[in-house]
């Protein structure tokens, strides 16, 4: 009886959720999820940071929130990647960490379609690569 009553509470308190519900006062339930693919090495996590920098760029001004939003996970991946290498010296640590807040700075506004707070952590996350690049 108390794993029935168990199994219905928590039935009741995920229907009842925003990330499951149909919208609520806030807007429509509409955030997705992408599943990307972590780069192997640095190098290769360097390579994608630039090529999806300037995809975002483009998408940017084509005003395609969500497709900027789906990049955004490819560009936490390659952060990740760098965070986590050998490569990743004390020298290179705090220009990481930058650059991991503010690939999540354009995650959470690409993902609320927020164009112009969009656009702000974009260009700041833009430097930010441009700066970890150069470390390498």
Same mark, same amino acid.
């Given at each position: 009886?108390l794993l029935r009553l168990l199994f219905l509470s928590l039935f009741v *308190?995920?229907?009842a959720s925003p990330a499951f519900s149909e919208g609520n006062e806030y807007?429509?339930?509409? $955030? /997705?999820?992408?599943?990307? !693919? =972590? ?9 994608? $940071?630039? =090529? ?7 998408? $940017?001004?084509?005003?395609?929130? !969500? ?8 560009? !936490? ?9 050998? %490569? ?7 220009? *990481?960490?930058? *650059? ?10 690409? %993902? ?7 656009? /702000?952590?974009?260009? !700041?996350?833009? =430097? ?6 150069? *470390?390498y």
């Open positions: 009886m *308190l995920t229907a807007g429509p339930a509409r $955030i /997705k999820h992408y599943a990307v !693919e =972590k780069p192997r090495t640095s190098q290769d996590a360097l390579a994608v $940071i630039a =090529k999806t920098t300037q995809d975002v760029a483009a998408l $940017i001004a084509a005003e395609k929130w !969500e497709a900027v939003h789906e990049a955004s996970y490819t560009l !936490e991946a390659a952060v990740q990647e760098l965070r986590d290498a050998p %490569e990743a010296t004390d020298a290179r640590k705090p220009a *990481l960490k930058t *650059l991991a807040h503010s690939v999540h700075e354009l995650h959470e506004a690409s %993902e609320d379609h927020k164009a112009e707070a969009t656009k /702000k952590a974009f260009a !700041e996350f833009a =430097k930010d690569a441009e700066t970890v690049s150069a *470390l």
